[in-house]
């Protein structure tokens, strides 16, 4: 017996394979953007464009707000573009910083690599919030005078329930956005472990159960 509090429809507009990563990395991001006020005109940043990093900025792009990408370098600049982004920056250029300074409204960390929080955060304008989705490996030490002085916001966002989960499911196929996804068969699984390990893939893989 299926208990229907804990199902969702996929929409028929979206293909399972697409749409079986926006029930994790997919509402993930949707809640965060969603809770933290991306909208018409704001200014959104995202940090990183992995599998969670795509999807923030395709659901940002749709909800209207502003979208930078906030990379380690400049290599995936098309790809950021291509998805919806207005810009692409590279974290590691010291200009970076300093131009954007000031300039978003809400920033969402997908990546799990230790940053400085002062520079993420010198990138919020007055009430900006910054939230994370990815799990840095160590503690963060916060700045608490700069969010005394501009009225800084620090949260995080692991995932939805399941009626925000639909709401997610709904938005996303009403604006034709689905993962961008790789299909493998089972047998694939540890070439496709060994890739992502290397950082080769755009931007999820999904397992094709039918082929067992």
């Known amino acids: ?15 399972l394979d697409v ?8 509402v993930t991001t949707y809640s965060a953007l969603r809770r933290n ?8 940043g995202g940090v990183g464009l992995g599998g969670l ?10 909800m209207g707000a502003r979208v930078t990408v906030l990379s380690r370098s400049l290599a995936k600049r098309d790809r950021g573009l291509a998805l919806g982004a207005d810009d692409h920056r590279a974290l590691a250029d010291p200009a970076t910083l300093a131009e954007l300074a000031g300039g978003l409204d809400l920033l969402v960390n997908t990546v799990s690599a230790d940053l400085d929080v002062n520079d993420l955060m010198g990138l919020l304008g007055a009430g900006g919030v910054l939230a994370y989705v990815g799990v840095p490996e160590n503690p963060i030490s916060v700045p ?21 989960t639909e709401e997610m499911l709904a938005f996303c196929a009403g604006h034709g956005i689905g993962a961008d996804v790789e299909v493998i ?7 496709a472990y060994e890739r992502m390990l290397a950082s080769d893939v755009y931007f999820r893989f ?6 067992l």
Not at 185 to 191: G, S, T
């Open 206 to 211: 999904v397992i094709d159960m039918t082929a």
């Open 53 to 62: 990093g795509h999807l923030a900025v395709k659901i940002a792009h749709a």
């Open 144 to 164: 608490v005078l700069a969010m005394e002085d501009r009225g800084l916001t620090i949260t995080g966002s692991s995932i939805g329930g399941i009626r925000e």
């Open 19 to 26: 749409a079986a990563p926006l029930l994790c990395a997919g």
């Open 185 to 191: 068969a089972p047998h694939q699984i540890n070439e």
């Open 37 to 44: 006020g991306a909208g018409e005109g704001t200014g959104v």
């Open 1 to 15: 017996m299926v208990d229907e509090n804990f199902v969702v429809r996929i929409p028929d507009s979206l293909g």
